[in-house]
Protein backbone atom coordinates (compact mmCIF):
# COMPACT_ATOMS: atom_id res chain seq x y z
CA UNK A 1 0.00 0.00 0.00
CA UNK A 2 3.13 2.56 0.69
CA UNK A 3 2.14 4.05 4.31
CA UNK A 4 5.86 4.97 4.82
CA UNK A 5 8.99 5.17 2.82
CA UNK A 6 12.25 7.00 2.56
CA UNK A 7 12.97 10.33 1.15
CA UNK A 8 16.64 11.18 -0.05
CA UNK A 9 18.36 14.49 0.91
CA UNK A 10 18.47 17.59 -1.52
CA UNK A 11 21.23 17.58 -2.93
CA UNK A 12 20.93 13.76 -3.92
CA UNK A 13 17.26 14.50 -5.28
CA UNK A 14 18.74 17.57 -7.38
CA UNK A 15 21.57 15.17 -8.89
CA UNK A 16 19.54 12.84 -9.82
CA UNK A 17 16.43 14.90 -11.64
CA UNK A 18 18.95 17.53 -12.73
CA UNK A 19 17.47 20.23 -11.27
CA UNK A 20 19.63 23.65 -11.29
CA UNK A 21 19.33 26.40 -8.64
CA UNK A 22 16.63 24.68 -6.21
CA UNK A 23 15.62 26.65 -3.61
CA UNK A 24 15.21 23.53 -1.33
CA UNK A 25 16.74 22.52 1.60
CA UNK A 26 16.80 18.92 3.47
CA UNK A 27 17.50 16.20 5.09
CA UNK A 28 17.38 12.66 4.06
CA UNK A 29 13.71 11.24 5.86
CA UNK A 30 13.79 7.38 6.71
CA UNK A 31 10.79 7.08 7.83
CA UNK A 32 8.00 9.47 5.99
CA UNK A 33 4.13 9.38 7.05
CA UNK A 34 1.06 10.36 5.70
CA UNK A 35 0.89 14.56 6.89
CA UNK A 36 4.68 14.65 6.74
CA UNK A 37 5.91 17.82 4.02
CA UNK A 38 7.78 16.04 1.62
CA UNK A 39 9.83 16.88 -1.40
CA UNK A 40 7.84 16.70 -4.69
CA UNK A 41 8.74 17.76 -8.23
CA UNK A 42 5.76 19.25 -10.35
CA UNK A 43 5.74 21.31 -13.69
CA UNK A 44 4.24 25.12 -13.34
CA UNK A 45 3.59 27.62 -16.48
CA UNK A 46 5.61 24.14 -18.48
CA UNK A 47 8.68 24.64 -16.42
CA UNK A 48 9.81 22.27 -13.93
CA UNK A 49 8.74 23.65 -10.15
CA UNK A 50 10.43 22.23 -6.44
CA UNK A 51 8.29 22.38 -3.07
CA UNK A 52 7.64 20.96 0.18
CA UNK A 53 3.99 19.41 0.12
CA UNK A 54 2.31 17.69 2.55
CA UNK A 55 1.28 14.06 2.27
CA UNK A 56 -1.87 13.83 1.94
CA UNK A 57 -5.16 15.39 0.86
CA UNK A 58 -8.07 16.75 3.08
CA UNK A 59 -9.22 16.10 6.58
CA UNK A 60 -9.39 12.75 7.28
CA UNK A 61 -5.67 12.24 5.13
CA UNK A 62 -5.77 10.54 1.61
CA UNK A 63 -2.24 9.78 0.99
CA UNK A 64 -2.62 7.03 -2.01
CA UNK A 65 -4.85 7.29 -4.58
CA UNK A 66 -5.59 3.89 -6.18
CA UNK A 67 -5.30 4.44 -10.25
CA UNK A 68 -8.43 2.22 -10.71
CA UNK A 69 -10.09 4.92 -8.99
CA UNK A 70 -8.45 7.73 -10.50
CA UNK A 71 -12.00 9.33 -11.87
CA UNK A 72 -14.00 8.03 -9.28
CA UNK A 73 -13.89 9.42 -5.87
CA UNK A 74 -14.11 12.82 -5.15
CA UNK A 75 -10.60 14.09 -3.89
CA UNK A 76 -9.48 13.17 -7.17
CA UNK A 77 -11.96 13.11 -9.93
CA UNK A 78 -10.04 14.56 -12.98
CA UNK A 79 -6.37 14.91 -11.56
CA UNK A 80 -5.20 13.22 -14.64
CA UNK A 81 -7.01 15.15 -17.05
CA UNK A 82 -6.46 18.24 -15.21
CA UNK A 83 -2.34 17.46 -15.47
CA UNK A 84 -1.97 17.82 -11.88
CA UNK A 85 1.14 15.50 -11.79
CA UNK A 86 4.25 15.20 -9.92
CA UNK A 87 6.90 13.46 -9.27
CA UNK A 88 7.53 12.18 -4.88
CA UNK A 89 11.06 11.27 -4.87
CA UNK A 90 12.39 8.10 -3.26
CA UNK A 91 15.31 5.95 -2.03
CA UNK A 92 12.59 3.05 -1.09
CA UNK A 93 9.79 2.06 0.65
CA UNK A 94 8.36 -0.13 3.70
CA UNK A 95 5.41 -3.11 3.37
CA UNK A 96 4.35 -5.33 6.17
CA UNK A 97 3.49 -9.00 5.74
CA UNK A 98 0.84 -10.30 7.39
CA UNK A 99 2.02 -13.42 9.22
CA UNK A 100 0.41 -16.73 9.81
CA UNK A 101 0.08 -16.37 13.53
CA UNK A 102 -1.25 -12.16 12.27
CA UNK A 103 1.68 -10.15 13.60
CA UNK A 104 3.11 -8.27 10.83
CA UNK A 105 6.28 -8.09 9.77
CA UNK A 106 8.19 -4.77 8.12
CA UNK A 107 9.70 -4.86 4.71
CA UNK A 108 12.36 -2.37 3.15
CA UNK A 109 11.65 -2.16 -0.46
CA UNK A 110 14.13 -0.47 -3.18
CA UNK A 111 14.71 -0.25 -6.71
CA UNK A 112 17.92 -1.87 -7.66
CA UNK A 113 18.37 -0.26 -11.23
CA UNK A 114 17.84 3.69 -9.62
CA UNK A 115 19.50 4.52 -6.12
CA UNK A 116 16.86 7.23 -6.41
CA UNK A 117 13.65 6.69 -8.00
CA UNK A 118 10.17 8.51 -8.13
CA UNK A 119 6.60 7.72 -7.34
CA UNK A 120 3.92 9.08 -9.89
CA UNK A 121 1.96 11.27 -7.56
CA UNK A 122 -1.11 14.10 -7.84
CA UNK A 123 -0.58 17.62 -6.20
CA UNK A 124 -3.03 20.02 -5.28
CA UNK A 125 -2.54 23.69 -3.72
CA UNK A 126 -0.56 22.63 -0.94
CA UNK A 127 -0.81 18.65 -0.81
CA UNK A 128 0.24 15.46 -3.02
CA UNK A 129 -0.57 11.96 -3.02
CA UNK A 130 0.61 8.67 -4.19
CA UNK A 131 -0.80 6.36 -7.09
CA UNK A 132 -0.72 2.75 -5.94
CA UNK A 133 -1.02 -0.12 -8.17
CA UNK A 134 -2.34 -3.95 -8.11
CA UNK A 135 1.33 -5.38 -6.91
CA UNK A 136 3.63 -7.32 -9.10
CA UNK A 137 4.76 -11.22 -8.25
CA UNK A 138 7.44 -10.17 -5.98
CA UNK A 139 5.20 -7.09 -4.01
CA UNK A 140 1.99 -9.54 -3.40
CA UNK A 141 4.52 -11.78 -1.71
CA UNK A 142 5.16 -9.30 0.69
CA UNK A 143 2.14 -6.76 0.83
CA UNK A 144 0.21 -10.57 1.39
CA UNK A 145 -3.48 -9.24 2.12
CA UNK A 146 -3.89 -6.07 -0.25
CA UNK A 147 -1.68 -6.95 -3.19
CA UNK A 148 -0.94 -3.46 -3.58
CA UNK A 149 2.12 -1.32 -4.84
CA UNK A 150 3.21 2.21 -5.57
CA UNK A 151 3.23 3.47 -9.01
CA UNK A 152 7.03 3.82 -9.18
CA UNK A 153 8.29 5.88 -12.68
CA UNK A 154 11.11 4.11 -15.02
CA UNK A 155 13.50 7.10 -15.57
CA UNK A 156 12.28 7.44 -19.33
CA UNK A 157 8.52 7.81 -17.88
CA UNK A 158 9.68 10.29 -15.86
CA UNK A 159 9.37 13.56 -18.47
CA UNK A 160 6.19 11.70 -20.12
CA UNK A 161 4.20 11.63 -16.81
CA UNK A 162 5.45 15.17 -16.04
CA UNK A 163 4.96 16.71 -19.52
CA UNK A 164 2.39 14.12 -21.86
CA UNK A 165 -0.57 14.29 -22.46
CA UNK A 166 -3.26 12.18 -20.35
CA UNK A 167 -3.37 9.58 -22.75
CA UNK A 168 0.72 9.61 -23.20
CA UNK A 169 0.93 9.79 -19.17
CA UNK A 170 -1.21 6.88 -18.58
CA UNK A 171 1.17 3.86 -19.57
CA UNK A 172 3.64 5.17 -16.88
CA UNK A 173 1.22 3.65 -14.41
CA UNK A 174 2.49 0.16 -14.91
CA UNK A 175 4.30 -2.05 -12.01
CA UNK A 176 7.67 -1.83 -11.62
CA UNK A 177 9.61 -4.86 -12.69
CA UNK A 178 9.98 -7.42 -10.18
CA UNK A 179 13.39 -8.21 -11.41
CA UNK A 180 14.30 -4.90 -10.38
CA UNK A 181 12.94 -4.94 -6.83
CA UNK A 182 14.61 -6.25 -3.47
CA UNK A 183 12.65 -6.64 -0.34
CA UNK A 184 13.90 -8.11 2.46
CA UNK A 185 12.76 -7.94 6.56
CA UNK A 186 13.88 -4.62 8.57
CA UNK A 187 13.58 -4.33 12.40
CA UNK A 188 10.24 -3.07 14.20
CA UNK A 189 11.59 0.16 14.67
CA UNK A 190 9.85 1.62 11.49
CA UNK A 191 6.62 1.17 13.14
CA UNK A 192 6.97 4.35 15.19
CA UNK A 193 7.00 7.31 13.59
CA UNK A 194 9.41 8.90 16.08
CA UNK A 195 12.24 6.55 14.74
CA UNK A 196 14.17 8.45 11.76
CA UNK A 197 17.44 7.00 11.14
CA UNK A 198 19.23 5.05 8.73
CA UNK A 199 19.31 1.64 11.14
CA UNK A 200 15.43 1.17 9.98
CA UNK A 201 16.55 0.40 6.40
CA UNK A 202 19.29 -2.62 7.75
CA UNK A 203 18.29 -6.06 7.12
CA UNK A 204 16.86 -7.85 10.18
CA UNK A 205 19.78 -9.97 10.69
CA UNK A 206 22.08 -6.63 10.91
CA UNK A 207 19.64 -5.38 13.76
CA UNK A 208 19.36 -8.75 15.64
CA UNK A 209 23.66 -8.78 15.66
Known amino acids: MCRRYVSPD ?16 FSANFNVAPTDAVPTIRVIDDQP ?3 LLKWGFGDPVTYIVPVEKLNLVATDRGLLARGQRCIIPALGFYEWR ?13 VEDQDVFGFAG ?15 AVMAEVDNTEKRMPAILTRDMRDVWLYG ?13 GDRLVAYPVGPGVNSPGNNDETLIEPLEANAD
Open 10 to 25: QVSIDQEFDLVRSEWE
Open 49 to 51: DTA
Open 98 to 110: VNASGSKQPFYVH
Open 122 to 136: FWERESCVIITLPAN
Open 165 to 177: SPVNAAPALAPYD
